[in-house]
């Protein structure tokens, strides 16, 4: 009863707003008590409505109330605090809102220190005693206090939960086994705890060694980071250089151009003006003679005229002009026409050298998208390829809008084309390959190939270098019947699984990665290949004894 009156005074001296004894204790017009602090942090907060009211009975207040200090109140806690109260107050925390409570205490609740397993219950510190000193309570497991003890408790049978059954991958009561559970793989929660905890063990090791390998790559990545502005800034300047020099080039050639241009306008300029000047004096001595032969023909004397016609009448001989063609805008077509050739070729040049020099600079950078791991992250890169007719071996017949390519007995009538392949039946795709992608090849035959190669990869001639494949300009899946293989530059290696007549590639030219997957009901890896490639990528058909290979249209 005596700790009860303690309990019972704790609470009236206690501020509700802090649930500890009154500091500074004030009272406000309704008559509650609070710590000064206290009271002041409330009505703060709500100066903005212009009403401040009391915590506990909700009173308001306008003008907010001027706070004067309880003295009575407070020598009345002071003498509390020397009776011990204020050190129970201390030993006895309430349980705040975050807090588990103690499941014994009677009225105001303390907070939990713990939590018993088997009693289903959370303690404070003067009730948790018992488990202490209690020879039976104290094999009890505590632990750190816990909301969740109901959780061990079996729903059907109230009995708490102390078994596991792993063929149901659950935790049960002891009942259970031997009810529902009867006849499956059943062991104590501890047993299976400990199994477990060592399976836990072993994969936090391995989270803890990927974490290390992460951070390596985090420190790698970073140092590449520091690395990637001064390169680039080197990079930038060096063919900042180039391309200057290159533009300094062209601007000294176009100089040159129109220096020659208005070199030869002033020489074709003082020719035709030295031509003028001989032709005003000739039109001027004809004039003179014109006079002479018209005043001649006015003279009465016979006798005169006679004696004068022969020096007036005779002229010198005209110099042959027939040379001189009036073509003003002629002049120049010649230079003119050259000029635009070289702008052509130019164009051309640059527009396929830009691909190269675009694929360089994508090449280093730094990747992290993985490689897709099921068929539908493939098809989000899947690319629509076209054959190109003028690759196309002419024992080769293209069909289904140049999607399918089929061998055939009669030779085709295609015209001559240096992209054409001569001899063997081979064709590459009309588009380069550029970006992340993925395609699939349907083929029906004894040896059909399935291939990415170069641009520049030979097409003139019979001899075996040329196949897909066997060269360092091309890598070729080959569904040879007898024995399905992989080649690139000559070397071939065996397939390790069986193939079906479905071939998926995946393609990232940035990356280097190039893969080859067999598919049916799932997707299995043929071939991976890791390298760099140095040029635009084409896709690529070879039907040596194949009957038949097309690109299907994927969803």
């Not at 009272?27 to 206290?38: E, F, K, V």
């Not at 070199?263 to 003179?288: D, G, H, N």
């Not at 600079?361 to 690319?383: H, K, M, N």
């Not at 066997?470 to 992989?486: G, H, Q, R, V």
Request: charged letters at 30%; a negative charge.
């Amino acid at each position: 009863m005596e700790q009860k009156g303690v309990e019972l005074d704790q609470e009236t001296f206690s501020c509700s707003i802090c649930l500890d004894l009154l500091k500074d204790p004030v009272t406000i017009p309704c008559g509650h008590s609070y710590c000064m602090s206290c009271i002041q942090t409330h009505w703060d907060g709500e100066d903005g409505k212009n009403l401040h009211s009391c915590p506990q009975c909700r009173h308001t207040f306008t003008p907010r109330p001027v706070l004067v200090k309880n003295t009575m109140l407070a020598v009345v806690v002071e003498q509390l605090k020397k009776t011990g109260l204020g050190a129970a107050a201390a030993d006895h925390c309430c349980a705040g809102a975050e807090d588990v409570v103690c499941d014994v205490c009677t009225g105001r609740k303390l907070k939990a220190v713990k939590s018993c397993l088997v009693c289903l219950a959370s303690y404070c510190d003067k009730h948790l005693q018992r488990h202490y000193n209690v020879a039976p309570l104290k094999k009890h497991k505590l632990v750190d206090p816990s909301e969740k003890l109901q959780e061990n408790v079996c729903s059907r049978h109230d009995e708490v939960m102390k078994m596991f059954c792993r063929t149901d991958h659950q935790c049960i009561c002891y009942l259970c086994s031997v009810d529902e559970h009867k006849g499956h793989d059943t062991v104590s929660s501890a047993a299976e705890r400990t199994e477990r905890q060592k399976e836990l063990e072993v994969s936090r090791q391995k989270t803890q060694q990927r974490i290390k390998d992460k951070q390596k790559d985090v420190k790698a990545l970073q140092q590449k980071v520091e690395n990637i502005s001064p390169c680039a800034d080197e990079a930038v300047e060096k063919n900042h250089k180039i391309l200057t020099e290159l533009i300094r080039l062209m601007e000294e050639r176009r100089s040159d151009v129109e220096r020659q241009i208005r070199s030869k306008e002033e020489t074709e300029v003082s020719r035709v003006k030295e031509l003028e000047s001989k032709l005003e004096q000739e039109i001027t001595e004809l004039r003179r003679k014109d006079t002479e032969m018209d005043k001649l023909s006015h003279t009465h004397d016979h006798n005169q005229f006679l004696l004068q016609y022969p020096s007036v009448s005779k002229l010198r001989e005209d110099p042959d002009s027939s040379h001189i063609h009036i073509r003003p805008q002629s002049y120049f077509e010649d230079v003119t026409t050259a000029v635009l050739e070289l702008r052509e070729k130019l164009q051309l040049s640059l527009t396929e050298e830009w691909t190269n020099i675009s694929l360089s600079i994508t090449q280093t950078l730094v990747l992290l998208e993985p490689e897709p791991q099921t068929r539908a992250g493939f098809l989000q890169y899947s690319r629509q390829i076209t054959l190109d007719p003028n690759t196309v071996n002419e024992r080769l017949s293209l069909s289904e809008q140049n999607r399918r390519v089929t061998l055939v007995s009669q030779t085709q009538n295609y015209p001559d084309h240096p992209d054409r392949f001569s001899d063997w039946e081979q064709v590459l795709s009309r588009e380069s390959l550029t970006g992340r992608c993925y395609w699939e090849v349907e083929w029906r035959g004894e040896d059909v190939a399935v291939a990415v190669a170069y641009k520049d990869i030979e097409r003139e001639g019979d001899s075996i270098e040329f196949l897909f494949g066997n060269n360092d300009k091309s890598w070729a899946f080959d569904s040879n019947d007898k024995s399905p293989l992989f080649r690139h530059n000559g070397v071939q290696s065996s397939v390790p699984c069986p193939v079906s007549s479905r071939i998926g590639v995946y393609l990232d030219p940035t990356a280097g990665i190039l893969s080859f997957y067999s598919i049916s009901e799932t997707m299995t890896l043929i071939r991976r290949v890791q390298t760099t490639f140095a040029q635009p990528l084409y896709a690529g058909l070879g039907l040596y004894f194949g009957y038949t290979a097309h690109f299907p249209k994927l969803q």
